[in-house]
């Protein structure tokens, strides 16, 4: 079996309290291939937090702690943070919930995509300029040299978001972590959003991090789901096996699920005492 582009063991986060420190990720692990790879659990459960800290992005006063982190031969902990700029963004991408606050208001979409690309690489200004046009192109935004000029809040939140994955992923990274990225879509948008990304995942060949809540979404657009509850991971399995689940705490997930074609007066709820037990 070939070597996982990453290997997580024994992910813990912890925060300061009134009452003492809280551990809010417990232990988890994982490895990432070329493939994509869904998190999914409720707000709070850890999903995000888990996210960021493959990138060290948590600072103090989150106390993080793990026993190995392997990026490509890479020991994550031990890299200064110079080398640490060197991997983030160029080699690991993150498109974060809403491009509201995520997007520097005061600068042109254009002047932020090349930005991501000149930090990573040493390119004549044309050549950064023709790079920016075609992954504007790239992720299905007619007009590219009109876009380039508009400002974040001139733009809608999906055109935002496209403006987003294109900065992500103009530097060709190996691994792709999307935060709940069609979070703040209408329906209508979420799909074409994520059909790109999947896209732009097969082409370069690339591993996806999906976070989210949907555990449909999760189905359709992964290869495996890990399921997170409470800062744990309770279940891994295939994603087209998700039906098949078998943690209390998965089933009752998928049990609230409305339906198209729903007969049900009520939605279940979940018991938590079973959930808590197990």
């Known amino acids: 079996m070939s070597t996982p ?8 986060v912890t925060f300061p309290s009134p009452r003492g420190p809280v551990e809010v990720v417990k232990g988890v692990s994982f490895d990432l291939g070329r493939e994509r790879l869904g998190i ?11 996210g960021r800290s493959l990138l060290r992005l948590l600072k103090p006063p989150a106390h993080v702690t793990m026993d190995k982190l392997i990026f490509d031969g890479m020991d994550i902990p031990s890299l200064s943070e ?18 509201k606050y995520s997007l520097n208001p005061v600068m042109t979409i254009g002047v932020q995509i090349a930005e991501a690309l ?15 046009c075609d992954m504007l192109q790239q992720v ?16 809608s939140g999906g055109m935002g978001q496209r ?11 190996d691994i792709l972590i999307a935060d709940e990225p069609t979070s703040a879509l209408d329906v209508s948008v979420q799909a074409q959003v994520l059909h790109l990304i999947e896209q732009m995942i097969l ?8 976070i989210s809540h949907d555990l449909e979404l999760v189905a359709r657009y992964c290869d495996r789901v890990l399921v997170m509850r409470q800062g744990e991971v309770v ?20 049990a609230a699920v409305p339906r198209m074609d729903e007969t049900r007066e009520v939605l279940p709820v979940m018991d938590r005492a079973e959930v808590y037990e197990t």
């Open 5 to 12: 582009l990453l290997q997580l063991r024994n992910l813990r």
């Open 40 to 50: 999914v659990g409720e707000s709070g459960s850890g999903k995000s937090l888990t």
């Open 82 to 99: 110079r080398q640490m700029r060197a991997v983030r963004g160029a080699r690991i991408s993150l498109v974060m919930q809403d491009p």
């Open 118 to 132: 000149r930090l990573h690489e040493n390119l004549p200004r044309r050549e950064i300029h023709a790079r920016v």
């Open 140 to 155: 299905r935004i007619d007009d590219p040299e009109h876009v380039m000029k508009l400002y974040p809040h001139q733009v």
């Open 163 to 173: 403006v987003m994955i294109a900065m992500m992923l103009i530097p060709q990274p």
């Open 203 to 210: 082409k370069n060949g690339m591993g996806l991090i999906l």
């Open 235 to 254: 279940e891994e399995l295939a994603a087209d096996q998700l039906h098949a689940a078998q943690h209390p705490y998965t089933k009752g997930l998928l």
